[in-house]
């Protein structure tokens, strides 16, 4: 059974603290992608990596970092939290162009 | 620049009626892939199906049918007798290759109620 997971479900963090999340699949997908949802907006991209190393910026870059330093695991980083980013953040993977997406669970991040 | 609308922001039904959910897009290219995913309460987005700009035949699965009118430039999704299991957030995606990258954007959703 193919599988993307994230590394929390649910995390609370305090204002100005570093943020990881991270993100496994075991489809040796080269793509990955990371999105936030929030309520009326949809899923909007902040970043999304097409190999190793490689990454590129969403439509939301800002206030946010990735790292991809192995095929299977996506990595998003918040370098100093912010209230207006708590959200729900889904990890997608797939392959090519035009395939459909395996997502992730979600992590709901609360930032107080 | 490449949009998808999804207008009906939530739907109510009782259950065993039909419903139909809009998805509008907008793009310039000629070779695009429009997708549907269900988000259940659970949270985990799930595929439902993929459909080429090229391929205008309706498809149906089960309860499930979905319309692709190029004139239009709409991709509907149809749920026959729907039930309690289809309440859900339903979301419309249209997939593009920009500057040699796969660029996907999705609609808002439609938050469908299937009361019992």
């Known amino acids: 059974d193919v599988k993307v997971t994230q590394s929390s479900r649910y995390l609370v963090k305090r204002t100005g603290e570093k943020v990881f999340l991270e993100c496994v699949q075991d489809m040796d997908h080269e793509n990955m992608f990371w999105y936030r949802q929030d309520p009326g907006l949809g899923l909007r991209l902040i970043y999304f990596?097409?190999?190793?190393?490689?990454?590129e910026k969403g439509d939301i870059p800002e206030g946010y970092s990735v790292s991809r330093e192995k095929k299977e695991r996506f990595s998003l980083i918040l370098e100093s939290a912010s209230t207006n980013q708590t959200s729900m953040y889904l990890c997608a993977s797939n392959s090519g162009y035009y395939n459909e997406q395996f997502f992730g669970p979600g992590t709901r991040l609360t930032v107080l | 620049a490449q949009k998808v609308t999804q207008a009906q922001t939530e739907i109510s039904v009782v259950e065993k009626e039909d419903v139909t959910l809009d998805c509008v897009y907008e793009?310039?290219?000629?070779?695009?892939?429009l997708f549907w995913y269900k988000q259940p309460p659970s949270g985990e987005l799930v595929f439902l199906i993929r459909r080429n700009s090229f391929d205008e035949q309706n498809e149906i699965s089960g309860r499930y049918s979905w319309n692709f009118q190029k004139s239009t430039s709409s991709f509907n999704f149809t749920i026959t007798a729907s039930q309690v299991v289809d309440s859900a957030v339903y979301f419309c995606?249209?997939?593009?290759?920009?500057?040699?990258?796969?660029?996907?954007?999705f609609g808002t959703g439609t938050k469908l109620q299937v009361i019992p």
């Open positions: 990596s097409y190999d190793v190393k490689m990454k």
């Open positions: 995606a249209l997939s593009e290759v920009s500057g040699g990258y796969q660029k996907v954007t």
């Open positions: 793009t310039r290219d000629t070779t695009y892939y």
